[in-house]
């Protein structure tokens, strides 16, 4: 390996599910505050901001949080725009700065509001889409998870059992917006179809929350509180966003991601303890499990059956529950918790001795794709 | 008195308006790049440049068949848009079209359990507006 690892040191939470007496700009700040708090650092640590664009309130940015942290100066300042694809691409790119000197502590950070304050409504569905009824991703996503369908009969009833899988696990994280709300394959089956083949329960919630993280050198993750992560591997994998002008509709990028997450690390499949997989919908769990090669194109149905995503599976998966069952905060939902995994800090829904894990995430009817490779 | 809910517009550009003044005419238009022939789909590329070869002179207009097959498909059976409500659940269709782009559309005279891959479909135009004429797909006779 050319380059030392980086390591997240530090995460920060706000409250989640419904915040509407939170504005945008006081999570972020609650969500940065916390994770500069629990990497054992001062706001005047942090010389580089990342920030994702929040699509409710697009004037919170990068600039703004740096004059609430009061940080007078900064090496790397930008908003990222890859949708849910976002936190992984800032982590690589603070990985890139810090390797390269540019930053000693770069601070990540997030926030949605999609429950209490909606985005402009239908913002990927500009022009024709619209008189076609296309609204937003869960439209896309059908299309996509129909096509699978089609060519490779997967069912509904594996789909089910992905969202029946990472309800279970929401059973054993208080934290989750499904705790307290076990479902069946019964149930999954009797919700109501949004749009074919996907039911309700296929979908992912809709939430409010913020979350950061705060990246910094291999050298310096020794000397901070939390047992450091180590970012192994890295990649990411873009498509054309407009549904009708890419190449396949069940390729989505994470093919090209994950090929390079896998070699940067330097590991196999095999090699992996816990998974964070980007689950918008029960499908995208499939058909990355496809691209990122756990299995072979199409086969991505059967793959999921008799419990290899649950917590006492082969490949433990989405163990706080996703975003179908946790909270839908994006590509913030997976990375803090495969972090947490990897810290050893998950209590009953920990995944015993958990070494490596990766974390995909996807953006933007599945048109960006990230995902990286962590180890303690 | 009862509401009238007029569909969204499709979005009519000065690149794209050329496709939508021939679906008034009930003909289906693609851009033929002059470069190289490919044929770039005819509402989702809106900069004057084909994506093929790069050239950015303007495409030229030309008829197509309106034939194609069905690449995928979904049938939405909740919407946010009250235009939407009375035809639920209501197919949106994507086409591969016989000329090699892609095109999304809405299905007439099908029903969900109707579709199947690469079923074969033609268009068919409806006049929504003194405006707007819009291009859907039936299957094939
Ligand atoms: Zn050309």
């Given at each position: 390996?050319?380059q030392?690892?980086?390591?997240?040191?530090?995460?920060g939470?706000?409250p989640?599910?419904?915040c509407?007496d939170?504005?945008?700009?006081e999570l972020?700040?609650?969500?940065?505050?916390?994770?500069?708090?629990d990497?054992?650092?001062?706001?005047?640590?942090?010389?580089?901001?990342?920030v994702?664009?929040?699509?409710?309130?697009?004037?919170?940015?990068n600039?703004?949080?740096?004059?609430?942290?009061?940080?007078?100066e900064l090496?790397?300042?930008?908003?990222y725009?890859s949708?849910?694809?976002?936190?992984?691409?800032?982590?690589?790119v603070?990985?890139w700065?810090?390797?390269?000197?540019i930053?000693?502590?770069?601070?990540?950070?997030?926030?949605?509001?999609?429950?209490?304050?909606?985005?402009?409504?239908?913002?990927?569905s500009?022009?024709?889409?619209?008189?076609?009824?296309?609204?937003g991703?869960?439209?896309?996503?059908?299309?996509?998870?129909?096509?699978?369908k089609m060519?490779?009969?997967?069912t509904?009833?594996?789909?089910?059992?992905?969202?029946?899988?990472?309800?279970?696990?929401?059973?054993?994280?208080?934290?989750?917006?499904?705790?307290?709300?076990?479902?069946?394959?019964?149930d999954?089956q009797?919700?109501r179809?949004?749009?074919?083949?996907?039911h309700?329960?296929?979908?992912?919630?809709?939430s409010?929350g913020?979350?950061?993280?705060?990246?910094?050198?291999?050298?310096?993750a020794?000397?901070?509180p939390?047992p450091?992560?180590?970012?192994m591997?890295?990649?990411?994998?873009?498509?054309?966003?407009?549904?009708?002008?890419?190449n396949t509709?069940?390729?989505?990028g994470?093919?090209?991601?994950?090929?390079?997450?896998f070699?940067?690390?330097g590991?196999?499949?095999?090699?992996?303890d816990?998974l964070?997989?980007?689950?918008?919908t029960?499908?995208?769990?499939?058909?990355?499990?496809?691209?990122?090669g756990?299995?072979?194109?199409?086969?991505?149905?059967?793959f999921?059956?008799n419990?290899r995503?649950?917590?006492?599976?082969?490949?433990?998966?989405?163990l706080?529950?996703?975003m179908?069952?946790?909270?839908?905060?994006?590509?913030?939902?997976?990375?803090?918790?495969i972090v947490?995994?990897?810290?050893g800090?998950?209590?009953d829904?920990q995944?015993?001795?958990?070494?490596?894990?990766?974390v995909?995430?996807?953006?933007?009817?599945i048109?960006?794709h990230s995902?990286?490779?962590?180890?303690? | 008195?009862t509401t009238?809910?007029?569909?969204?517009?499709?979005g009519i550009?000065?690149?794209?308006?050329?496709?939508w003044?021939?679906?008034?005419?009930n003909?289906?238009m693609?851009?033929k790049?002059?470069?190289?022939?490919?044929?770039?789909n005819?509402?989702?590329?809106?900069?004057n440049?084909?994506?093929e070869?790069?050239?950015r002179?303007?495409?030229?207009?030309?008829?197509?068949?309106?034939?194609?097959r069905?690449?995928?498909?979904?049938?939405v059976?909740?919407?946010?848009?009250?235009?939407?409500?009375k035809?639920?659940?209501y197919?949106?269709?994507?086409?591969?079209?016989e000329?090699?782009p892609r095109?999304?559309?809405?299905?007439?005279?099908?029903?969900?359990?109707?579709?199947?891959?690469?079923m074969?479909?033609?268009v068919?135009?409806?006049?929504?507006?003194?405006e707007?004429?819009?291009?859907?797909?039936?299957?094939?006779k």
């Amino acid at each position: 390996m050319s380059q030392k690892e980086c390591a997240i040191v530090g995460l920060g939470y706000t409250p989640q599910g419904k915040c509407p007496d939170w504005s945008v700009r006081e999570l972020f700040l609650e969500a940065s505050v916390n994770a500069i708090k629990d990497a054992g650092m001062k706001p005047h640590d942090i010389d580089g901001i990342l920030v994702e664009l929040c699509w409710t309130d697009p004037t919170t940015q990068n600039w703004s949080l740096q004059m609430d942290l009061g940080i007078p100066e900064l090496s790397l300042s930008a908003v990222y725009d890859s949708m849910g694809a976002s936190p992984g691409c800032q982590m690589q790119v603070a990985q890139w700065a810090i390797q390269n000197g540019i930053c000693k502590n770069v601070l990540c950070a997030f926030v949605e509001k999609s429950a209490t304050a909606p985005a402009v409504p239908y913002r990927m569905s500009a022009g024709p889409g619209l008189a076609y009824g296309l609204h937003g991703a869960m439209h896309g996503i059908a299309l996509a998870a129909m096509r699978h369908k089609m060519l490779y009969g997967t069912t509904s009833e594996q789909l089910g059992e992905v969202a029946v899988t990472f309800r279970k696990h929401a059973q054993l994280n208080p934290k989750a917006q499904m705790y307290g709300k076990p479902m069946t394959l019964a149930d999954h089956q009797n919700s109501r179809i949004i749009a074919e083949p996907l039911h309700l329960f296929d979908c992912c919630l809709v939430s409010d929350g913020g979350r950061a993280a705060v990246i910094t050198s291999g050298d310096r993750a020794k000397d901070c509180p939390q047992p450091p992560v180590y970012i192994m591997g890295y990649g990411q994998g873009h498509v054309k966003m407009d549904l009708i002008e890419r190449n396949t509709l069940v390729d989505t990028g994470a093919g090209v991601s994950g090929a390079h997450a896998f070699r940067t690390a330097g590991i196999q499949h095999k090699d992996i303890d816990v998974l964070g997989l980007y689950d918008a919908t029960t499908h995208n769990i499939i058909t990355q499990l496809e691209e990122l090669g756990f299995c072979e194109r199409g086969e991505g149905g059967p793959f999921v059956e008799n419990g290899r995503l649950s917590i006492d599976g082969e490949f433990p998966t989405n163990l706080s529950g996703g975003m179908l069952s946790e909270t839908y905060l994006q590509g913030w939902t997976g990375i803090p918790e495969i972090v947490s995994q990897l810290r050893g800090h998950c209590g009953d829904r920990q995944v015993k001795d958990a070494k490596i894990g990766l974390v995909t995430n996807q953006g933007g009817y599945i048109a960006f794709h990230s995902t990286l490779i962590l180890r303690r | 008195m009862t509401t009238q809910f007029k569909k969204p517009s499709p979005g009519i550009t000065p690149e794209t308006k050329p496709f939508w003044d021939a679906a008034k005419r009930n003909e289906f238009m693609l851009v033929k790049c002059v470069g190289c022939g490919f044929y770039r789909n005819p509402v989702s590329i809106t900069a004057n440049i084909c994506p093929e070869c790069g050239s950015r002179k303007p495409g030229e207009w030309v008829k197509a068949s309106g034939k194609g097959r069905v690449h995928t498909y979904t049938a939405v059976h909740r919407t946010f848009d009250p235009s939407f409500e009375k035809e639920l659940p209501y197919i949106i269709v994507i086409v591969e079209l016989e000329e090699g782009p892609r095109f999304l559309s809405n299905m007439r005279d099908a029903k969900p359990e109707d579709m199947k891959l690469d079923m074969p479909l033609e268009v068919v135009f409806e006049k929504v507006s003194d405006e707007v004429t819009v291009p859907y797909f039936k299957p094939a006779k």
